[in-house]
């Protein structure tokens, strides 16, 4: 008895279209070029979107403010999927409607 063939085809690879890179309020200045560290006052004026950088020159974006600690986040692209694991899938609970 012969075994079945099983062709598959083989599309064209997608390529999304890349979208414009928006810039953020202005370009960011070169490491070298950054003012002195920031003043306990100058942490309580940052707002939700600011850009920060640290030491080592990484950046950051404002998340939230608490008046004497900021959170920040960052973000990675992530495009080869078998270096990644997926720890906790996220639940989206729809906001209550209101009668």
């Known amino acids: 008895m012969g ?4 062709v598959h085809a083989i599309a064209p690879p997608f ?3 890349k979208p414009e890179r928006r810039r953020h ?3 960011l200045p ?3 070029q950054l003012s ?3 003043q306990p006052e100058d942490l309580k004026s940052l707002t939700t979107g600011d ?5 080592d020159g ?5 998340t939230a403010n608490y008046g004497d600690r900021v959170t ?5 692209d992530i495009t080869n999927p078998s270096e990644w694991d997926l720890v906790l899938k996220a639940e989206v609970t729809p906001p209550p409607t209101s009668p």
């Not at 850009?51 to 030491?55: F, P």
């Not at 990484?58 to 404002?62: G, K």
């Open 15 to 17: 390529t999304p279209e």
């Open 58 to 62: 990484a950046t950051y974006i404002v």
């Open 72 to 76: 920040a986040v960052r973000t990675v």
């Open 36 to 38: 002195a560290p920031m």
């Open 25 to 27: 309020r202005q370009s």
């Open 30 to 32: 070169h490491p070298q």
């Open 3 to 6: 075994q079945a063939a099983t």
């Open 51 to 55: 850009i920060v950088r640290s030491a």
